[in-house]
């Protein structure tokens, strides 16, 4: 088992299976870890950090999730949460039983505001329906939840009614990511990868419809001198790579660059240096940042192109 630290929250991956086929999934390809005793993994989480997330793969895959949650509470986690792609939380007797489990808040994956364009990211018909009857039972076993989406080449222009539907479902926090060029979004990156120069600008619109809605909003991934006034919303992310014209920016230190695949493919012409923005992950309040930390990344990714 994978034990990480991501953005202050601590999380273990439990396996790798998925009943998905996300077309810009980044672990497409890694290999399946070595057997390892789970009390160790919960060990070692519980020195990085007081709060947890079980990810995957689909972590609702492992038949033992509701003990593994029950474990972690016991040894002194005070949130535990769970990302995933709703697909078995539609069962509110599940969802229920994870919440008695110990189970705080759920991480889901939610890719478009309707069946056609959520389905199509996630390769599987019918994902778009369970995730929304997924929110409707944690919202009833009073879990806390918050959604990242992914973006696109084949949602980016679709993203405008995401945040309407997640406020009216009552979640707590929304995030949009640009994709890394791993895994099965290098295989099919003509399909997946954006010009960002052409996504961004609808993405930072649809952020501000979210905050609009008192819906707190945040986007991940992207260049910072691509985001304006907006770059305020970046939340810190593991550095990529960086063109020559990013060595004089200011910003540099805080922004996580580029994919090298990207910067191969659409050359550095959208870059330039801007002045240093402040960090979403600046202090806001012990609530923000409560939200901020549920969302935890994807963990170990196949190697990026």
Known sequence: MLVTPSR???????????????????QSGLQADAPDGFADSLERARGLSDEL????????????LPEKIAMARARGFCRVGLQTNGSRLADSGY??????????????????SEARVHDYHTGRPGSFAEIIAAMRAVRASELAFVATTVLTRSNFRVMDDL?????????????????????????LRDRVVPRLGLALPFALRALTRGLALRLPSWLVGAPLCMLGPLATLALA????????VCDACPARPSCPGVDSAYLARFGPGELAPRPLPVPASAEQGDATSAI?????????RAPVE
Do not use: K
């Not at 969802?95 to 478009?112: I, K, N, P, Y």
């Not at 992310?237 to 960086?242: N, T």
């Open 237 to 244: 992310d593991e550095s990529r790579v960086y063109a020559p």
């Open 292 to 300: 901020q930390r549920m969302f935890v990344g994807v963990g170990e």
């Open 95 to 112: 969802t229920t039983a994870l919440a008695r489990a110990g189970l705080t808040d759920v991480h889901f994956s939610l890719h478009g």
């Open 53 to 64: 997330t079980f990810v995957g793969g689909e972590p609702t895959l492992d038949p033992a």
């Open 8 to 26: 202050r929250r601590a999380t273990i991956r439990l396996l790798l299976a998925c009943d998905n086929r996300c077309v810009f999934c980044a």
């Open 163 to 187: 945040p309407g539907l997640l406020a009216a479902r009552g979640a707590a926090g929304w995030l949009v990511s640009v994709p890394v060029t791993a895994g099965r979004a290098a295989t």
